[in-house]
């Protein structure tokens, strides 16, 4: 099956620092690539879909000034929290799709942000 | 607004069958997923409907019906190892994302 690895894993960083959350797909070309956000015992909230070589489509509410998305090849898309504050402490998880059917999404393992 | 509706919690027992409804309200309809999600983990896939019926895929179901905006996950046999955060989500559009819902957290006991 299709493999989306995240990295890193997990994060610890000081307030005002800036962090970038790598996405890879490993064994498809992903066309496009979604980022969610997700609070403890809370649901996955969508923040933005990427497709390779455009520009990033953020939702509702999302700062994109805040979340910098990057998706220059169809294997990569990293997001960059800028400078991080507490509230931005949270489960991100990546997802991605190539040319598969509509129910088709793989999901990365996450990354636990800590932001002290 | 968009919304998906599900019961936060269902708890039931080793072997027993559970059902975990969702009602959904979203501005575009493509078809409804069903993920699993263990504690600290990445949502794993389990079913998807796109048309008005029931899919059985080994000991879990999924049903939709469109006119009713609603669709229910079935789980069979249930196993300790099933204990887990569940969520359905509707694939809005023609950009395929997901908008999950509220997600139900399955407690299964000896």
Known sequence: GAVVSQHPSWVICKSGTSVKIECRSLDFQATTMFWYRQFPKQSLMLMATSNEGSKATYEQGVEKDKFLINHASLTLSTLTVTSAHPEDSSFYICSARGGQGPNEQFFGPGTRLTVL | ?110
Not at chain 2, 56 to 76: K, P
């Open chain 2, 1 to 110: 607004g968009q919304s998906l509706e599900q019961p936060s919690e269902v708890t039931a027992v080793e072997g027993a069958i559970v059902q975990i409804n969702c009602t959904y309200q979203t501005s575009g309809f493509y078809g409804l997923s069903w993920y699993q999600q263990h504690d600290g983990g990445a949502p794993t896939f389990l079913s998807y409907n796109a048309l008005d019926g029931l899919e059985e895929t080994g000991r879990f179901s999924s049903f939709l019906s469109r006119s009713d905006s609603y669709g229910y996950l079935l789980l069979q046999e249930l196993q300790m190892k099933d204990s887990a955060s569940y969520f359905c989500a509707v694939n809005g559009g023609a950009t395929n994302k997901l908008i999950f819902g509220t997600g139900t957290l399955l407690a299964v006991q000896p």
